[in-house]
């Protein structure tokens, strides 16, 4: 079986795209809004298996393999830009509590009211 490496370049632009505007130029699904780095979290840090994924998303096998071979050869830089949102995430979360956090903290405050003469 011989491939052509334009054909297969192709292939993976068919599948990939990235669209400034679109999930801050992450690389997608394309006409998705699920990134490749999306995908490699599910596979890799969840246990999913590319099937699932590809169920769970409504996604083609195609889409979700070529998202892996996409992640592989980006490895490197997929994997700084996730790093980088998980940094940012962590950043805000002291600024925002939980729906359960506040209330725990309203239930607080209303136990010491109350026990307050």
């Given at each position: 079986?011989?491939?052509?490496?334009?054909?297969?370049?192709?292939?993976?632009?068919?599948?990939?795209?990235?669209?400034?505007?679109?999930?801050?130029?992450?690389?997608?699904?394309?006409?998705?809004?699920?990134?490749?780095?999306?995908?490699?979290?599910?596979?890799?840090?969840?246990?999913?298996?590319?099937?699932?994924?590809?169920?769970?998303?409504?996604?083609?096998?195609?889409?979700?393999?070529?998202?892996?071979?996409?992640?592989?050869?980006?490895?490197?830089?997929?994997?700084?830009?996730?790093r980088?949102?998980?940094?940012?995430?962590?950043?805000?979360?002291?600024?925002?509590?939980?729906?359960?956090?506040?209330k725990?903290?309203?239930?607080?405050?209303?136990?010491?009211?109350?026990?307050?003469?």
């Open positions: 079986m011989q491939l052509r490496s334009n054909n297969m370049e192709i292939q993976l632009n068919r599948y990939i795209e990235i669209t400034p505007n679109l999930r801050s130029g992450k690389p997608c699904i394309a006409g998705q809004r699920i990134t490749v780095a999306d995908i490699a979290i599910a596979y890799l840090r969840l246990g999913q298996s590319l099937e699932e994924i590809a169920g769970e998303y409504d996604l083609s096998l195609a889409e979700v393999y070529t998202a892996i071979a996409f992640y592989y050869d980006n490895k490197t830089a997929i994997d700084e830009s996730i980088a949102s998980e940094a940012f995430a962590k950043s805000l979360r002291p600024q925002y509590l939980s729906l359960l956090q506040e725990i903290k309203t239930l607080k405050n209303v136990s010491t009211n109350s026990l307050s003469p």
